[in-house]
């Protein structure tokens, strides 16, 4: 079992709607989660980071977190093509030692038009 | 500017022969990383290091080395480099040894033939 998965995709998303993207974790003691954006052929930047169970929003992001399901989840409302890229779920792992922050391999989202 | 640097951003190479990729970071951060993305594996921690002379294993640390001499530098080192190490090398740098809001540098594209 990986430690954090997510759907590959690609899931696509009219322009306008609700991309619903999904996260599991193995580390129940995990404390730290974070929603990163790669464009293709770019590097990772983050958007939305996440601690406490709940919801969390930032302009169109919202990130949703339920420790007792080990599950984060990340809304985007308002799709825009420019939302268009991989999204990927790290969580920060607290079985091992200090700095492990294990990454997911990512859900494609393609925005349509 | 707040950035993380690596260099060389596309490097092609024959096996064996010895190679590093340099990472430097403007921005004082203590806590530094290397990772390797693979379609669809996600990004792995090679190694990452929590301050000056202190490194640490990630995930796939085999056939790699890191030093930590000064806090700006971070170089991964390919010994001997083998053609399952052609990957996506990205180096990260954050300002706390519990590795929130990493900042990733532009990547480098490595081909081992």
């Known amino acids: 079992q990986k430690e954090v998965e997510q759907n590959s995709g690609p899931l696509s998303v009219p322009e306008g709607a609700i991309a619903s993207l999904n996260c599991t974790y193995s580390d129940r003691g995990s404390q730290s989660f974070f929603w990163y954006r790669q464009y293709s052929g770019k590097s990772p930047e983050l958007i939305m980071f996440i601690y406490s169970n709940g919801d969390k929003e930032d302009g169109r992001f919202t990130a949703q977190l339920n420790k007792a399901s080990q599950y984060v989840s990340l809304l985007i409302r308002d799709s825009q093509p420019s939302d268009s890229a991989t999204y990927l779920c790290a969580v920060l792992m607290t079985t091992d030692s200090w700095g492990k922050l294990q990454f997911g391999a990512g859900t494609q989202v393609v925005v349509t038009p | 500017e707040a950035q993380v640097t690596q260099n060389p951003r596309y490097l092609i190479t024959v096996t064996g022969k010895k190679l590093t990729v340099t990472c430097s970071q403007n921005?004082?951060?203590?806590?530094m990383s290397w990772y390797r993305q693979d379609p669809g594996l996600g990004l792995r921690q090679i190694y990452y290091s929590m301050n000056v002379e202190v490194t640490d294993k990630g995930d796939v640390p085999e056939g790699y080395k890191v030093s930590r001499k000064e806090k700006r530098n971070f170089p991964l080192i390919l010994e001997s480099p083998s053609p399952n190490q052609t990957s996506l090398y990205f180096c990260?740098?954050?300002?706390?040894?519990?590795?929130?809001?990493?900042?990733f540098g532009q990547g480098t594209r490595l081909t081992v033939v």
């Open positions: 990260a740098s954050s300002p706390w040894t519990d590795n929130t809001e990493a900042f």
């Open positions: 921005m004082n951060h203590e806590y």
